[in-house]
């Protein structure tokens, strides 16, 4: 081999051994820089669970609290089943407080609150009712003390004026109010899914927070105490303390007076209805006894008051002629009216009539049923006048009406769906099969009609609806 081709050999050898080897060193540095980046994950990994192991204890304490105070905040918030009880609440309420309700209904408000993220959704009520402003109050007070978180977000009062005041003997404001509570509807935020070691050691040890938080949600109230002789607010304040008459009471005796003359009234007119509802002719006795005492004592008084001029201010006048006077004389008819007849009287037949359709109206009809029994057997006396004929009759309806209501109510139906269409007739699934107006349903029942969320039955001659 000359010279020439060695270093040509020489050179291609020395070539190739260079490129294997930039091969080999190109190759380990891509291996070294997945290397840097697999440690750097693992770094970034091991931060995260540092983070994780770091905070854990917290999360733990918060779920703890939380899962034990749980039935503390279903205490304090509705469900979406308690919700339907709300507008009872409130109708409840009035009755209570006095006011006058015209509208309980749902607020607009709603739609904006049902998008609320987390475990509670605002659900808000428009109320619209009259009253003074302690009915008000005293309205106000029921909502703070209720066992649920109720709110009033706002309300508007429109004042009656002074002439209202002295024809009505009342103040009638016009109050509009909205209502908001919060619907409790969890999604395992409390972790019962979670298991935590140790639970109950780490739960006796946060026993202090978990009670600390208890207590937050207790509702602190105040208890409401009425008016207690002041004057309505909303009313010109200015009226005077005394009345042109040296004879007459200042004007906050006049109204107290007439408060305990309405009071002992509506206890004589509890006495009456005792009477007409009493089981016995012995319990009957009794109660007609107390009351004729109670009457005499009114009638004694209210003569001494108009005789002696010791009311002249006009609401005071006017309370008096509504809340006493006027009732008095037609409770002293009633009774007389009672006394002479065979069988029940009018007035006994009237208070068991209002009683039942009181009943009915609640859908109570075995109590409806309850109360036309005391008076069934002594019906067939009632022969004249022809009030009471007619008066013996609208008992016996009433009494076909409860049970028809009754047997009605008891009916179980398992509604699958229904289809309406403008252009067809409505149909609905009842048990399983298909019903269309006009179908019966069982011996008794024939479909009559069908809405959204109703049908209407024909069930002994009566339509009825059904909701579901």
């Not at 905040?73 to 009755?95: A, C, G, M």
């Not at 066992?147 to 103040?171: C, H, I, Q, T």
């Not at 303390?241 to 040296?246: E, F, G, I, T």
């Amino acid at each position: 081999m000359n010279e020439r081709k060695f270093w040509i050999t020489f050179a291609s050898v020395t070539g190739a051994v260079a490129l294997g080897a930039g091969y080999m060193i190109y190759n380990e540095m891509g291996q070294i820089d997945a290397a840097r980046q697999t440690v750097a994950k693992i770094r970034e990994d091991i931060k995260v669970a540092r983070d994780t192991v770091r905070k854990t204890p917290d999360v733990e304490r918060e779920v703890i609290v939380l899962r034990e105070i749980a039935d503390r905040i279903r205490e304090v918030l509705p469900d979406t089943k308690d919700l339907l009880n709300v507008i009872r609440d409130f109708q409840q309420y009035s009755k209570e407080s006095g006011v006058r309700p015209s509208a309980f209904r749902p607020s607009q408000s709603n739609d904006r609150g049902r998008k609320q993220a987390g475990a509670f959704e605002k659900v808000a009520y428009q109320l619209t009712m009259t009253g003074d402003t302690f009915q008000f109050l005293e309205f106000l007070n029921k909502i703070e003390t209720h066992s649920r978180f109720m709110a009033v977000s706002s309300f508007k009062v429109n004042a009656a004026s002074r002439k209202a005041l002295e024809d009505d003997g009342v103040a009638n404001h016009r109050i509009q109010m909205e209502v908001e509570t919060y619907k409790y509807v969890p999604t395992n935020v409390d972790g019962d899914g979670v298991d935590i070691n140790g639970y109950e050691r780490k739960r006796d040890l946060l026993a202090g927070e978990i009670n600390r938080r208890r207590q937050a949600l207790t509702l602190q109230t105040f208890r409401y105490r009425g008016p207690r002789g002041r004057r309505d607010p909303l009313i010109d304040p200015r009226v005077p303390a005394r009345v042109d008459d040296p004879n007459a009471w200042t004007v906050q005796r006049q109204m107290e007076e007439v408060d305990e003359l309405i009071r002992r009234m509506a206890e004589a007119q509890k006495y009456w209805e005792a009477s007409n509802a009493a089981g016995s002719v012995l319990e009957r006795m009794v109660q007609r006894s107390e009351l004729e005492k109670l009457l005499v004592m009114l009638d004694d008084d209210i003569r001494r008051i108009e005789k002696d001029g010791r009311i002249n201010y006009k609401p005071a006048e006017k309370r008096l002629s509504v809340g006493v006077t006027d009732p008095l004389g037609e409770l002293r008819l009633a009774l007389n009216a009672s006394k002479p007849n065979q069988g029940p009287s009018i007035a006994e037949m009237q208070t068991v009539g209002d009683t039942m359709v009181k009943h009915i109206e609640d859908g109570e009809y075995d109590s409806a049923l309850d109360s036309f029994k005391a008076l069934s057997d002594s019906l067939k006396l009632v022969k004249d006048p022809q009030e009471r004929v007619d008066l013996a009759d609208w008992l016996r309806m009433l009494a076909d009406d409860a049970k028809t209501l009754r047997d009605f109510g008891r009916i179980e139906l398992v509604i699958g769906g229904y289809a309406l269409h403008e252009d067809y007739e409505p149909v609905i699934i009842i048990g399983g099969k298909r019903r269309s107006i006009g179908d019966p349903v069982g011996d008794e029942l024939i479909v009559h009609d069908v809405r959204a969320n109703e049908v209407d039955f024909v069930f002994r001659g009566a339509v009825l609806t059904r909701e579901f």
